[in-house]
């Protein structure tokens, strides 16, 4: 093995990507694949996670991946997943927490629900399932080697803005903070915890605003760098802390962002 694999590889590890059969989930189900890993990816759209990982495995990559579904919006859901996880393996090196909702309206008539909603996948499931695969993480775990948890956190947890996802935003900026207290709590039993928070990227969720090239380009005007987030950014963050590389790291909230998030309207002295 020579030093990038030793630093970057993630040969027999297993991880699971919640959300992972498109957008970032599936950027990084895709880097771990491509590092070695065997990877698990589930949604509520199970058919699309079977077809992801099909796709996955005709790579030529030294990894490998199932897809099924799974859904983390309700207690039941959470339960149904981490049992039918445990039922395919018995330990569980990575954790990557990407499944997450949004809904966007004017502040006049952002409705009641859409709080409830948005919260229960974005945090409550978040949390959870987490805490439901502790067992199979430990299993994973050790001082050399610690089992990793990755949330998908938000530049707009970060930073105050909304463009009308009141809910989604703030849920985020919840992520960031949940991550930093069990960050705190697991590092004695050997797991790191670390948060994302990206900026914009293609993704389901920002199609509205990034489904084409001419409104990708828009976005990224507005980013310092000059453009939106690639599938690469994903993979480079992906293996950095989830393989030996990163083993050293836990409560960080990394900003993939382009420079969004030191970005700011001030000016004192200089038009």
């Known amino acids: 093995m020579n030093y990038f694999e030793h630093l970057f590889s993630l040969s027999g590890k297993i991880a699971l990507v919640t959300g992972g059969a498109s957008g970032i989930g599936h950027m990084a189900a895709t880097a771990m694949v491509q590092a070695g890993a065997h990877v698990m990816i589930a949604s509520r759209r199970g058919e699309e996670c079977e077809q992801a990982a ?24 959470v ?23 949004s809904w966007g309206e004017n502040i006049e008539s952002f409705p009641y629900h859409a709080w409830a909603r948005v919260m229960n996948v974005n945090v409550a499931g978040l949390f959870h399932l987490t805490r439901e695969l502790l067992p199979l993480l430990e299993k994973a775990a050790s001082p050399a080697d610690p089992a990793r948890i990755v949330n998908l956190g938000s530049v707009m947890g ?27 709590e697991l590092a004695g039993r050997s797991i ?30 507005r980013v310092p760098l ?31 962002d382009g420079g969004q998030s030191a970005q700011h309207g001030m000016k004192l002295f200089r038009d």
């Open 54 to 77: 099909s796709a996955l495995n005709e790579l030529d990559a030294p990894g490998s991946a199932e897809g099924f579904a799974g859904d983390v919006g309700s207690e039941s859901g």
């Open 158 to 184: 970060t930073q105050p803005i909304a463009d009308g996802a009141y809910s989604y935003s703030a849920s985020k900026a919840a992520v960031h903070h949940l991550t930093r207290i069990l960050a705190h």
């Open 79 to 101: 339960a149904d997943l981490s049992a039918e996880v445990a039922r395919r393996t018995d330990r569980l090196n990575i954790l990557f927490n990407n499944a997450g909702l």
């Open 226 to 256: 000059g453009r939106i987030g690639t599938p690469d950014d994903i993979a480079g963050a992906t293996l950095y802390l989830c393989s030996r590389a990163g083993s050293y790291v836990t409560g960080a909230i990394l900003p993939i």
């Open 192 to 221: 790191t915890i670390n948060a994302f928070a990206p900026g914009p990227f293609k993704s389901r969720m920002t199609e509205f605003a990034t489904g084409s090239e001419e409104k990708a380009a828009k976005v990224g005007a």
